[in-house]
């Protein structure tokens, strides 16, 4: 099975990423997953179903830590390709 997980971390800070934010890209571009894609008011990240739910148990445990207050996330299951 193949996921799609989408997220946001908060709270925001037009003027420069917040740590939290720059700690989750960090967790999910080093995970292995692909068609990842960051930007500064959500992310993006496809892979294996195993893949993406350990990114996710990472991401939730790094954004608090890094002091996140909130953190809105979705995941899809995506339609495999071919």
Do not use: C, I
Not at 53 to 58: E, I, K, P, Q, Y
């Amino acid at each position: 099975m193949r996921l799609r997980v989408e997220f946001t971390t908060e709270p925001f800070d037009l003027d420069e990423p917040p740590a939290h934010a720059v700690a989750v890209r960090e967790v999910v571009q080093g995970s292995g997953l692909d068609k990842v894609d960051v930007g500064p008011f959500g992310n993006t990240a496809e892979g294996g179903a195993d893949q993406v739910l350990g990114a996710v148990d990472a991401l939730l445990r790094k954004a608090l830590e890094t002091g996140a207050t909130r953190v809105s996330l979705q995941v899809n299951v995506v339609e495999e390709e071919g």
